[in-house]
C-alpha cells in the first residue's frame, strides 16, 4: 500500500458488534457486547462480556444468536460495565483521548445506536466518528449485491468460530479491515473509507452532534427556520435516514434545497412503530400548518357515493353528513362534488352504463350513449334496471368503503406501550401509559369520518391482520 495514501487510513479503530434481544434500540436491549481494537495494523486488545438486558430475551432471538435467559441471569448489568465499556471505545493505548478511535461495526447505525442509548439511560455522553462495513464493502464493491456478513466472509474466505455472537463477530471485522489493506489499492481504499465517514453530514448552519442525537427508529419530525417558523413535518421508519437524507448534497430538487438551505432547528417524537408515525404526521400536518407540506383537507371536507335501497343510481353526498354505519352504502372518497361527479361519469362510461338511469344526463327516450353503442339500453326498457344496478355495484365495488368494524372506541398496542385510540376512522391520539390511556376513554369523539385515517388503517390492517385491539372484540375482515 503507497504509504502517502496510507497515512490517511485511520490508524486507531475499534471493531465492535452486539447481540440484542430485538432491533429497535428504544426497545430493545443489549444482550453481549464484542470490542477488537486495532492500532497501526495490529490487533492490541479483545474484549467481550454478556450483559443482563433486564428483561426477557424473545425465544427466536435465543434461537438465532444461542444467548439465552439462563446465560444473562447472572452477568453485569450495562450500568454495571458502562465505565468500562466508554473506556474502551474512546481512549486508544496512546492515550489519545482527544482523537479517540474509529468505531466500526457492520450495519454500524444498529450497534451505535444501541449504545448511545444506554449510556443516554445513564446520563453518560457518548458519541464517535462512524465507519459502516457495509456501506464501505458497497462503496468498494459495487457489482456484488449483496453485502451482509456472511456475504462478505464468503467473498474474503474469512472464517468465524463463534457467528453471532459479538466477539466472534468483532473478530470477523478487524479481519476483514486487513484483509482490504493487502488487497484493495491504497487510494481506492482511502478514497472510499472517507466517503463512507463523511457521508450524511449536516449542513455548517445547524449543530453538528444532532446528526448523532437522531434516533434509528421511526418517528416523526419538524423542520423550523431562525424565526422558529415551521417548515416541514416528515415521518420515517427511520428518523436518521430520513433527516439527513434531505441534507444530501447529491438532492437536486429546488424546492428541497430551499427548505434545507431555511431549516435552523429540528425537533422529533418517536413512535413504537410506522403505524404511530403515520398518524401522528397527519394529525401535526392538519393542525400545524406547515409551509413546506401539501395542504391536508380538513375532514368534512370530502364526497362520497352512496347507493340507496330502491334506487338504480347514486347520489354524491358530504361523508360529514354520514353516521358511521350509512359507510355499508358508500364508495369512493372525493375531495370536492367537482370531482366526484366527473369520476362517476368516467366509471360509468367505462362500463357501458346509462347515463339517463344514473342521474348523471338529462334525456326523453334514449340516451346519447345508447345512440352511439356505448350503452346496454337500460333508459329504454331493453337492459333490466335490476341488472344494469347489478353492473353499477359491480363497477363501484373496488371503491367500497369499509364500515368501522367496532361499536365504538378502540386502542390499538403498537410495540409494548403505545396505544393508538381510535373512534369510528378518526385518531383520537396516542397513550403511553395505562393513565393516559384512561383519560382517553372520557374524551370527546370528534366523530367526523376522517379519510386519511381511514386509508392509514386499512392498509396498515390488511398488512397486519393480528393486531392487539384493546377494549373491544377484534376486528371483523377489513
Known amino acids: 500500500m503507497d504509504a502517502a495514501e496510507a497515512s490517511t487510513l485511520p490508524r486507531d479503530l475499534v471493531f465492535v458488534d452486539l447481540e440484542t434481544t430485538g432491533g429497535n434500540a428504544a426497545h430493545h436491549r443489549i444482550t453481549e457486547i464484542g470490542i477488537v481494537r486495532m492500532e497501526d495494523g495490529v490487533v492490541v486488545e479483545e474484549w467481550s462480556s454478556l450483559v443482563n438486558?433486564?428483561?426477557r430475551i424473545p425465544s427466536y432471538i435465543e434461537g438465532f444468536t444461542?444467548?439465552?435467559n439462563e446465560m444473562v441471569a447472572d452477568a453485569p448489568r450495562f450500568a454495571d460495565i458502562a465505565a468500562v465499556v466508554l473506556d474502551k471505545l474512546k481512549a486508544s493505548s496512546r492515550g489519545l483521548v482527544d482523537n479517540p478511535p474509529l468505531f466500526v461495526a457492520h450495519n454500524a447505525r444498529f450497534d451505535y445506536s444501541f449504545l448511545r442509548t444506554e449510556f443516554r439511560r445513564l446520563d453518560v455522553p457518548f458519541s464517535a466518528k462512524v465507519l459502516c462495513?457495509?456501506?464501505l464493502s458497497r462503496r468498494l464493491f459495487p457489482e456484488f449485491p449483496r453485502h451482509s456478513l456472511d456475504a462478505v466472509m464468503e467473498r474474503h474466505q474469512l472464517t468465524c468460530t463463534a457467528r453471532h455472537r459479538a466477539l466472534g463477530d468483532a473478530r470477523v471485522l478487524g479481519d476483514f479491515w486487513s484483509k482490504l489493506l493487502d488487497e484493495v489499492p491504497a487510494r481506492q481504499f482511502a478514497e472510499a473509507t472517507r466517503a463512507v465517514i463523511g457521508a450524511n453530514r449536516l449542513p455548517a448552519h445547524l449543530p453538528a452532534e444532532l446528526a448523532d442525537e437522531l434516533p434509528e427508529?421511526?418517528?416523526?419530525?419538524r423542520f423550523f427556520d431562525g424565526d422558529n417558523v415551521l417548515l416541514y413535518i416528515g415521518k420515517s421508519h427511520s428518523l436518521r435516514s430520513r433527516v439527513l437524507g434531505h441534507f444530501a448534497a447529491d438532492n437536486c430538487d429546488a424546492r428541497e434545497q430551499k427548505k434545507a438551505r431555511l431549516v435552523r432547528r429540528i425537533d422529533w417524537v418517536e413512535t413504537a412503530g410506522d403505524l404511530g408515525a403515520q398518524l401522528q404526521e397527519i394529525q401535526w400536518i392538519r393542525t400545524q400548518k406547515p409551509v413546506f407540506n401539501k395542504r391536508i383537507k380538513d375532514k368534512g371536507?370530502?364526497?362520497t357515493l352512496q347507493t340507496l335501497p330502491g334506487t338504480h343510481g347514486a347520489r354524491l353526498i358530504a361523508i360529514d353528513e354520514l353516521e358511521p354505519a350509512d359507510l355499508v352504502g358508500c364508495y369512493g372518497v372525493f375531495q370536492s362534488q367537482k370531482d366526484g361527479r366527473k369520476a362517476f361519469i368516467d366509471i360509468a362510461r367505462a362500463?357501458?352504463?346509462c347515463l339517463v338511469v344514473l342521474g348523471l344526463e338529462a334525456a326523453t327516450g334514449s340516451c346519447f350513449a345508447y345512440q352511439v353503442g356505448k350503452c346496454k339500453g337500460a333508459c329504454i326498457g331493453k337492459e333490466p334496471l335490476m341488472l344494469h344496478t347489478m353492473r353499477l355495484q359491480m363497477a363501484l365495488s373496488s371503491l367500497k368503503l369499509k364500515p368501522w368494524p367496532f361499536p365504538g372506541r378502540v386502542a390499538l398496542r403498537e410495540g409494548?406501550?403505545?396505544?393508538?385510540?381510535?373512534?369510528?376512522w378518526t385518531y383520537l391520539?396516542?397513550?403511553?401509559?395505562?393513565?393516559e390511556l384512561e383519560e382517553f376513554a372520557a374524551k370527546r369523539s370528534p366523530g367526523a369520518f376522517d379519510v386519511d385515517v381511514y386509508r392509514i388503517l386499512v392498509r396498515y390492517l390488511a398488512k397486519n391482520p393480528d393486531v392487539d385491539w384493546q377494549g373491544f372484540a377484534r376486528p371483523c375482515a377489513l
Open 53 to 55: 438486558p433486564e428483561c
Open 66 to 68: 444461542g444467548i439465552t
Open 133 to 135: 462495513t457495509v456501506k
Open 217 to 221: 427508529g421511526p418517528g416523526v419530525y
Open 301 to 303: 371536507g370530502c364526497f
Open 351 to 353: 362500463h357501458s352504463l
Open 416 to 424: 409494548r406501550s403505545e396505544y393508538h385510540v381510535l373512534d369510528h
Open 429 to 435: 391520539g396516542t397513550a403511553r401509559s395505562e393513565e
